[in-house]
């Protein structure tokens, strides 16, 4: 048996997908003018996915965040990326 085979690595999470995509949905109202297809929205979120650290957890355990602070100043880093994201990709489209 493989060794990925062997391991459920499908149970590994990276908690800043869920944050990203809630963050893009929040920011986008206010952007009118942008495009919301599939394209568009998948850009915006793989750009903003490279540039803010991942937080990977195993999905069977809870999410942890001991230190607040912590956590409010990665809200504060997702929230820059996606009006950078959204900044670039409506200025930038990936179609005509
Ligand atoms: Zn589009």
Redesign the pocket.
């Known amino acids: 048996m493989a060794f990925k085979d062997r391991y459920d690595f499908d149970s590994l999470v990276n908690e800043a997908e869920e944050l990203v995509v809630a963050e893009i949905e929040k920011q986008i109202s206010g952007y009118p003018e942008l ?7 998948l850009d915006i979120a793989a750009y903003v996915l490279n540039r803010v650290r991942p937080r990977y957890r195993v999905s069977l355990l809870d999410a942890i965040y001991v230190d607040t602070e912590e956590r409010d100043a990665y809200l504060r880093e997702i929230d820059q990326a996606v009006h950078d994201g959204i900044l670039k990709v409506s200025t930038n ?3 005509d």
């Open positions: 495009c919301t297809c599939s394209e568009c929205i489209p990936p179609h």
